[in-house]
């Protein structure tokens, strides 16, 4: 997406200078704090699938939590559909969390194990009161049913009796109930074996065409996330390094750390290896992150700037950066 179409864009979520710190015990006088989500600036529109991509531990799920308010924000402000969220109380952001959904990576975990599929996708529209008779209700969760693939006859099974992939269309299921505006995908099809998950992309596809519907969609598969996203978004340690559009990204990385992640995606024609180095080290710890930028211990191209100044997100040309030595 290049600048001209993004300004013609309706924002739809928008994160402005989002923390998110958890305290961990200690038995110091000042508690230590995990930094999961560091002054996170992100925009959301109307209508595209923004990828969010790292490292395990990066802080990419708790960023999807806290933009939805499942976890409070330390600070920073959220925004969505024109309005601040961030300070409403919950019966104020009830009828907006209607708009908001989420699709859990763990479709064994995530569904409730004592309901049937019926009960499942219909808890959503009793707890918002969508439907006003029985009929209807019965109406909207078959078709939900009818929509993600499920038959209807097994609208009283329970999940222990699905596959993983029907598991997780029934979770989509629950998730499209109330036809929201965003749905949140955290590592959707992570759980699942390769064959099914094509499938379950090729849903979120069909099912984003119909509706209309936006999604954030967590990940750090990128061969996933080059299929079905618009634009990514790197995360480093609870910082976002790169935001651009997929097919410019993918080609020409200027970060650092988004130059190695895509390095790393394995490549089944031996003869096309890169013998380029892969990214060496661990991620450091989030309790206490490294002075200036987050990622110099693991760069090669790190300088005594990088050291001492944490990067700011900048623009060039039509990506957003931050490192002060982009691959340009």
């Not at 179409?5 to 924002?11: D, G, I, L, Q, Y």
């Not at 499942?70 to 402000?77: A, D, I, R, Y």
């Not at 997929?246 to 080609?251: A, I, Q, V």
Request: glycine content about 4%.
């Amino acid at each position: 997406m290049n600048r001209d179409e993004a300004s013609k864009k309706r924002v739809l979520m928008e994160a402005r200078h989002l923390v998110k710190e958890f305290p961990v015990s200690s038995s110091k006088k000042k508690r230590a704090v995990v930094h999961a989500v560091s002054d996170v600036n992100l925009k959301l529109y109307e209508g595209e699938t923004l990828a969010l991509v790292g490292e395990s531990g990066c802080g990419k799920s708790t960023l999807g939590r806290t933009l939805l308010r499942l976890v409070e924000p330390t600070s920073g402000e959220i925004w969505f559909d024109g309005e601040n969220v961030t300070k409403k109380k919950e019966r104020e952001f009830l009828p907006l969390r209607r708009q908001m959904q989420v699709i859990f990576q763990d479709p064994y975990a995530s569904l409730n194990p004592r309901m049937s599929v019926k009960q499942i996708i219909e808890e959503p529209l009793v707890t918002h009161r969508v439907a006003k008779k029985k009929e209807e209700l019965e109406q909207m969760v078959h078709e939900r049913m009818t929509e993600v693939g499920i038959p209807l006859e097994l609208e009283h099974r329970y999940p222990h009796q699905f596959s993983g992939g029907q598991r997780q269309r029934i979770g989509i299921a629950r998730a499209l109930a109330l036809k929201p505006k965003l749905i949140v995908c955290d590592e959707p099809v992570s759980a699942l074996d390769v064959s099914i998950q094509s499938q379950v992309l090729n849903l979120l596809k069909d099912l984003q065409e119909q509706y209309h519907l936006t999604y954030l969609f967590i990940s750090h598969d990128l061969s996933v996330v080059r299929y079905i996203a618009n634009r990514v978004c790197v995360m480093f340690l609870g910082k976002l390094c790169e935001i651009g559009d997929t097919k410019d990204l993918y080609e020409h990385p200027l970060h650092p750390y988004t130059h190695f992640l895509l390095e790393a995606i394995p490549k089944a024609d031996p003869t096309l290896r890169s013998d380029k180095q892969l990214l060496m080290g661990e991620i450091p710890s989030p309790v206490n992150p490294p002075s200036g930028c987050r990622f110099h211990t693991r760069c090669p191209y790190a300088s005594e700037v990088c050291r001492q100044k944490e990067p700011q997100m900048r623009e060039v040309g039509e990506r957003q950066v931050a490192c002060h030595h982009p691959l340009l």
